[in-house]
């Protein structure tokens, strides 16, 4: 079957650094997605990785390795307004996303 | 560029009832997605249309939904009758076809919260 597992929720600190997993099983691969999802809102597009390696994007950067069918988004210099719920989403074979249940990033002071 | 609009916004009705569903996407973008999320699961791929034809719709629960995009613009979505497990947010989002590029990112709308009581 097709799976996406992500940490349900992580806690981290205003200025900190944070790294939210991400593992994979889907019937072929053409990529992984990352959006963010404020409360209430639509989830907006942050990140595409196709190929193994770090893609940079300001404060935040996404991994992909597809031989351990796994990635990771980093987010820097954390801000408040970062609370969100991240989702992870893989495009398969038939170029269907296959999305985890999101990753709620609290962020303190 | 104005976004993805999904209307309504809201909707509560009664079981049995008919609702209906309205997307529209980015002007331009052929690719049109469906989606639904239940409380507390994962986003699910309802379907996926090309301008007006159905390209996957797999992910269609029942044949209490049915979606159309009559000449390739906004569609909607009518579930009838509404069942109790219909709840849920429903997504749409559109991506803009680039030569054989299928990877487009998908730019999503709020969202149309289905409540059926």
């Known amino acids: 079957g097709q799976n996406i597992d992500q940490p349900t929720e992580m806690t981290a600190t205003e200025g900190a650094i944070v790294q939210i997993n991400c593992t994979y099983q889907?019937?072929?691969?053409?990529?992984l997605f990352w959006y963010q999802q404020h409360a209430g809102e639509a989830p907006t597009f942050l990140s595409y990785n196709v190929l193994d390696g770090l893609e940079e994007k300001g404060r935040f950067s996404s991994f992909l390795s597809r031989s351990k069918g796994y990635s990771y988004l980093l987010l820097k210099e954390l801000q408040m307004k970062d609370s969100a719920s991240y989702l992870c989403?893989?495009?398969?074979?038939?170029?269907?996303?296959?999305w985890g249940a999101g990753t709620k990033l609290i962020i303190k002071p | 560029e104005a976004g993805v609009t999904q209307f309504p916004s809201h909707s509560v009705i009664e079981k049995g009832q008919t609702v209906t569903l309205r997307c529209d996407p980015i002007s331009g973008h052929d690719n049109l997605y469906w989606y639904r999320r239940v409380m507390g699961k994962e986003i699910k791929f309802l379907l996926h249309f090309v301008k007006e034809s159905k390209q996957d719709e797999s992910g269609m629960p029942n044949n209490r939904f049915l979606a159309e995009r009559t000449g390739g613009t906004y569609s909607t979505l009518k579930v009838q009758p509404a069942e109790l497990e219909d709840s849920g947010v429903y997504f749409c989002?559109?991506?803009?076809?680039?030569?054989?590029?299928?990877?487009?990112?998908?730019?999503f709308g709020d969202g149309t919260r289905l409540s059926i009581l």
């Open positions: 989002a559109s991506s803009q076809v680039c030569g054989p590029e299928p990877n487009q990112p998908q730019h």
């Open positions: 889907t019937s072929g691969f053409n990529g």
């Open positions: 989403a893989a495009l398969d074979s038939n170029y269907q996303l296959i």
